[in-house]
């Protein structure tokens, strides 16, 4: 899901004549950038509860914020440095850098670096969702 919607803003930008710089980083961003929102997605489902607005204030109580702190509204280059300490722990930190990469063709870290901090958050995420889904599966039935 996540990397159909990601379609949409990229073919609006090259009807309108943005140029991607790498279209290979881009792709291999998007995809392992879309793993990774999946799994945290999994994570955030692991409570048992039958409320299913109690997840999702969880989930925007935890997003909202991993937003401004990304380098999405503010670059991570122009962030005071408490502000680029606290976004070395949101993986869409690195998935923005990957982004002005691919279409600026440059990035406030090496492009390297943000693949296997994706990827870590990535498999972090997965081990704690498939970790908490065994523990809590008895409660569910």
Same mark, same amino acid.
């Given at each position: ?7 949409? +803003? #990229?073919a609006?930008?090259?009807?309108? $004549?943005?140029? *991607?710089?790498?279209?290979?980083? &881009? %792709?291999?961003?998007?995809? !392992?950038s ?14 048992p ?25 503010? +670059? #991570?280059?122009q962030?005071?440095?408490? $502000?680029?300490? *606290?976004?070395?722990?949101?993986? &869409? %930190?690195?998935?923005?850098? !990957? ?43």
């Open positions: 899901f996540g990397i159909i919607i990601s379609i949409v +803003p #990229i609006f930008g090259l009807v309108v $004549g943005v140029r *991607i710089f790498s279209p290979v980083v &881009l %792709t291999a961003a998007i995809l !392992l879309a793993f990774c929102a999946s799994y945290l997605g999994m994570l955030f489902s692991t409570p509860t039958n409320v299913p607005s109690n997840i999702m204030m969880i989930t925007n109580l935890v997003k909202f914020p991993l937003v401004f702190i990304s380098g999405v509204f503010i +670059p #991570i280059e962030m005071p440095p408490w $502000g680029k300490t *606290i976004s070395l722990f949101s993986p &869409l %930190t690195y998935m923005t850098d !990957l982004m002005r990469y691919s279409i600026e063709g440059n990035s406030y870290r090496p492009i390297l670096q943000d693949f296997v901090a994706i990827a870590t958050f990535t498999l972090i995420f997965m081990a704690l969702a498939m970790f908490f889904h065994i523990r809590n599966m008895p409660k569910r039935l």
